[in-house]
Every structure is written in C-alpha cells, then in structure tokens.
C-alpha cells in the first residue's frame, strides 16, 4: 500500500504530553498525505489548543466527552469508551486505529489495524512514585485492563527503549514494544550565546515523581532565580507545596518559548519519564541540561547533559552552581543538547509510525493480535 489517503484515527487528551504528541504527529502524517482524526477523550481543551488543533490542514477534531482511564474508577467507562472509539473508526472509515492509551484495546477490536502506544501507565507510575509498596487494590483493575490492551494491539510502541524494556518486563509480554522515539520542533530560535542566570524546570509540577518538592530545596539554597512552569494541582486535587520556586503557570507553545529563548539552566529531577517532551524542547533551545540519572534520560542524551542522582538535592546545587560559574562549558552543553535535540523531530517520529501502519495495512491482518 503507497499510504495515500490514508485516514488514522488518533487518540489524545488536553492533560499532559500526548496532546503535543498528537499534535506533531498529526502534523508529520498530514505532510506525508495522511489524514487524521483526533479523538479526544478526558477534560476540554482550552480555546488556545482548540486552535492549535484545527490549523492542522489534515486533522480533524472530535472532542468525544469520553473518559481518560487514569480518571477513572473502574474499568467499565474504560471498556465504553473503548467500543464508542470503535464505532467512531467505523463511522469515519479510517484505516488505522492508535490508541494512545493502550486500556482502549481491551474491549472487542475495531475491524482494522490496531497499534498502541504506551505513553506511561498506573502501574509503571507507582513503581517510581512509591518504590517497594504493592499497587494499591483501587488500581488494579487498570494494570489487568493494560495487559489485556498492550496483548490485544496488532503493533506496541514505546518512545524510548528503556520504557519498552521496563512495560515489556512489568507486563509479561513476549517482546517488548517497538521503539519510536517522539519528536517535538523547536520552540525558540537559537540565538548564539545568548543566556540568563536562571533556571527553569517544566512538568505537571503536583505529581510525585516530577520531584517538584526536592527542587522547591534546592531553589532554597541557591543565589539565582529557579522559575518553574506547569500545572501546580492535579486534577484530583493533588498539590506539591512550593515556597522557592517561582511557579510562571501552565504556559503555551509561545509563552514557553519565550522562556526557552533566554536560555536558562534547564533541570528536570523526575524519578520516572517514559521520554520527556519538556528536556527535548529546553535542548532544541540550547539550554543547558541537568537532569536526574534515570534510564530514559540516559538514552537520549548520554553524552550531552549532567546527571545527578534522583534524590541527590546537593547534587542538584552544586551541579548547577558549576554551570553558572562556568560560562564556555554551559555554552558547550547547550550546543551539545542542541544538536542532540536534531535527532527527535516531528517528522521523523511521524515518518516511523506511517512505515509502521503501511506495513500493518500490507500484512492485511486486523485482529490478528501480533503482540501476543
């Protein structure tokens, strides 16, 4: 099959990194001559992303009023949602189905190709938000809804290797999802050696394992401003307290941009990231990067940014303090992750996943449940 008109139907929410996932990648596909239909489940997106959304010339947007699975109690809104997503294939005829939360598999298949794309998951989650601790009963079902999802997809993929082997492992699969690393275009031009003695963190600040509270210490101890954009309560009233950080908001492309243009120090302490859109967007920028030594950081950007132990906080200060006495080698680093930054783009994340459903729709087996 030559992938013209071609028509995937996408699942994405407005809450966290998929929405931008979606996004490019909707954007890539469009390139390529596919089109998109956006299906959006969970809360609304705001009138700044509905526009995003509808400047895709190739994308459509559904907003579907359907659950996310993370939001939900139990498994039978999960299982619903998926057979409403089912019809909603059948109805705009698409060719492909992604599931990017890959519970919506679970439920009987459309009547074509399926691949599912783990994002990250309850279960994974837990394992670094509460190290040693059993996964609380309340969230069983959705580790028992993920397995059934990840072994029903015709086609599994991950964004790093590292978080396949680790889904491969968690879950008993006999192999471990494909590898398509995401992509994410700059979002400052790059401007020499332009720089500002700050540092800047980016993430859902109120969950656990984005380590908002650790940087909110180290930002105690030092002399230079540590700015910190996103969400600072979750969406079932979770909330980190901050008393260092300076909290800028849930910024847009363009605010965040802004940021990004001055170059600050860029640090993410998370103790899990199945990728990380917002280290990817700080090295387009060429920002310096201090990040935690987790495996998935290590994959991309071994070689380019300074890591430091999870829980190290004097770690944290002294690495950044080193930078910030150290103008040729912060410039150095910020060079380094700018190049590695070329790596993950747009179009090449969208250019993986079209091979992908080409050769889904050649092999011309729907259900034929090749993950298991």
């Known amino acids: 099959m030559s992938g013209a008109g ?19 990648l909707a954007r890539g596909l469009d390139a390529r001559g596919v089109e998109t239909v956006l299906a959006l489940l969970g809360p609304a997106p705001d009138a700044a992303q509905r526009c995003e959304a509808r400047a895709i010339p190739g994308a459509t947007l559904l907003e579907t009023g359907l659950p996310l699975d993370w939001l939900c109690d139990g498994p039978a809104p999960v299982l619903a949602a998926s057979a409403a997503i089912n019809e909603m294939a059948r109805a705009c005829r698409a060719d ?13 298949p459309p009547p074509v190709p399926v691949v599912a794309v783990t994002h990250g998951c309850v279960a994974t989650w837990w394992q670094a938000a509460k ?14 809804l993920m397995a059934e999802g990840l072994r029903s ?3 599994l993929v991950a964004p790093t290797a590292s978080y396949a082997r680790m889904v491969g492992r968690h879950y008993g699969l006999p192999r471990a999802p494909l590898v398509v690393h995401n992509g994410r275009s700059p979002l400052a031009r790059h401007r020499g050696r332009v720089q500002t003695d700050r540092v800047l963190t980016v993430g ?14 180290v930002a105690s101890r030092l002399a230079v401003p540590f700015d910190a954009a996103g969400a600072v309560t979750g969406p079932h009233g979770e909330r980190i307290p901050i008393e260092h950080l300076h909290p800028l908001g849930q910024l847009d492309a363009a605010a965040l941009g802004r940021h990004l243009a001055a170059r600050p120090i860029f640090v993410s302490a998370a103790s899990f990231e199945p990728f990380g859109l917002a280290v990817l967007e ?5 920002c310096a990067l201090i990040l935690s030594d987790i495996p998935s950081f290590r994959e991309l950007w071994d070689g380019v940014a300074t890591f430091v132990p999870v829980d190290d906080e004097t770690g944290y200060v002294h690495a950044i303090e ?6 040729a080698e912060r410039c150095r680093l910020g060079e380094a992750a700018r190049q590695r930054a070329a790596r993950y783009t747009p179009g090449s994340m969208a250019g993986a996943m079209h091979a992908l459903y080409l050769d889904m729709l050649d ?10």
């Open 204 to 217: 859902r600040l109120w969950d656990q394992v984005k380590r908002a509270e650790l940087l909110d210490r």
């Open 131 to 144: 190290p040693g601790q059993a996964l609380a009963a309340e969230y069983r079902w959705h580790r028992r």
């Open 322 to 327: 080193a930078i910030l006495g150290d103008a």
């Open 363 to 372: 092999e011309d087996t729907p259900g034929g449940r090749v993950a298991a």
């Open 96 to 108: 492909v189905v992604q599931f990017n939360m890959p519970t919506l598999a679970a439920a009987a």
């Open 153 to 155: 997809a015709d086609r």
């Open 6 to 24: 071609l028509r995937v139907l996408l699942t994405i929410d407005a809450v966290g990194g998929v929405w931008q996932y979606g996004l490019d």
């Open 282 to 286: 700080a090295a387009a920028a060429g």
